[in-house]
């Protein structure tokens, strides 16, 4: 039982570092391990304890990559910002509902970021996703919401149900489920697909090339070196998205004694000394190429100054336990090497879409 714990979340935690490179298939895989995890489970006679909580800080955490994989791949900016928005506000929603244990406020803050994801992905495979603008994808977004999550939060969250268990429990409901399979299916063969542009290419799974011009480690830390700073929108961003999703992780790790508050501060203060000395490493020339041994690096830094840390509270009676800090150490490195490795790729495609905005104004 232990293994396919072990196994299971394990793939929970690794599956997701593909999206970055095969968005579509990636996330529709870690969809599909959240979907089935807790059913392998019962299979088997065994029901992990809290693992609802650990359930849902695992999705903020896939969910976070794919965020951050938009700011790698995605080519339409309007797209991106509203994906951005709904990341955003989704973790807000989980991080209140972590606090208060509301159901209803996962109703309030639906997980629409994670269909629009798929939904762009499926655009992106079959057309120019460029074509289309801000109002498009708002709508999208917003069919998403309202058609597909609501329904779904109320099902799942307010009413506590569960698919697997009510076509077990209920005679009716496989054939109910095949007809509104049905039905969608009908619906998107006749009603969508002839209304649809005719199709820029073939299928495509892997993620774009990125820009020309910012398509090398090299060059994204020449960006960096040139651009970046410590007061930034860039840093503010990675506190907020790290710190926030760390307190949800907080809300179900066992062995987490602060305070929500006393958690984002801690993980906000880790985050911008890690972009200082990020600053500092690329503007010498001490780069890694590569994201993963980068990422090992990170990690390796971290456990070092927080070492360090720990020797100066034992000396003043504190202490930090081992587990948990490894686990928030390595959940911050992670997304900061992503984050800092993406940025300058979102940065491009902003500056080349101020310019065009600036070639089709009138003289």
Do not use: C
């Amino acid at each position: 039982m232990l293994i396919v714990f072990v196994l299971v979340v394990g793939s929970r935690f690794l599956v997701p570092l593909l999206i970055p490179r095969f968005p579509l298939p990636a996330i529709v895989a870690s969809l599909v391990l959240d979907a089935v995890d807790q059913t392998v489970f019962q299979s088997l006679g065994y029901d992990p304890p809290g693992y609802q909580g650990y359930d849902k800080a695992t999705d903020v955490y896939y969910l976070a990559i794919a965020y951050l994989a938009t700011m790698r791949n995605w080519e339409s900016l309007p797209a991106f910002r509203v994906a951005r928005f709904l990341y955003f506000y989704r973790l807000v929603g989980v991080v209140a509902f972590e606090l208060l244990q509301a159901r209803p406020l996962l109703l309030l803050f639906p997980n629409t970021f994670e269909y629009f994801f798929i939904a762009y992905e499926v655009v992106r495979s079959r057309w120019w996703p460029r074509r289309w603008e801000l109002r498009w994808w708002i709508g999208v977004a917003a069919l998403i919401w309202v058609v597909v999550k609501l329904p779904q939060e109320w099902w799942i969250h307010v009413a506590q149900l569960d698919v697997t268990d009510a076509l077990a429990e209920h005679a009716w409901a496989p054939p109910l489920l095949v007809a509104l399979l049905a039905v969608a299916a009908a619906g998107s063969w006749w009603g969508v697909r002839p209304r649809l542009p005719e199709p820029d290419w073939s299928w495509r799974v892997r993620a774009d090339p990125m820009p020309e011009e910012m398509d090398t480690p090299q060059e994204q830390f020449d960006w960096q070196a040139r651009w970046g700073a410590i007061r930034s929108w860039a840093t503010l961003e990675k506190v907020v998205l790290i710190g926030l999703i760390s307190v949800v992780y907080g809300q179900v790790l066992p062995g987490v004694r602060s305070t929500s508050l006393q958690l984002f501060i801690g993980v906000g203060v880790v985050v911008v000394i890690n972009a200082g000395l990020t600053l500092l490493l690329v503007r010498r020339s001490w780069t890694i190429e590569s994201t993963g041994w980068a990422f090992l690096a990170r990690v390796a830094v971290n456990v070092v100054m927080v070492v360090v840390a720990d020797w100066l509270l034992n000396v003043r009676g504190g202490n930090i336990d081992g587990f948990d800090t490894v686990f928030f150490l390595s959940l911050i490195s992670l997304v900061t090497t992503l984050h800092d490795r993406y940025r300058p790729v979102l940065a491009t495609r902003v500056v080349a879409e101020r310019r065009r905005a600036a070639g089709a104004a009138p003289a």
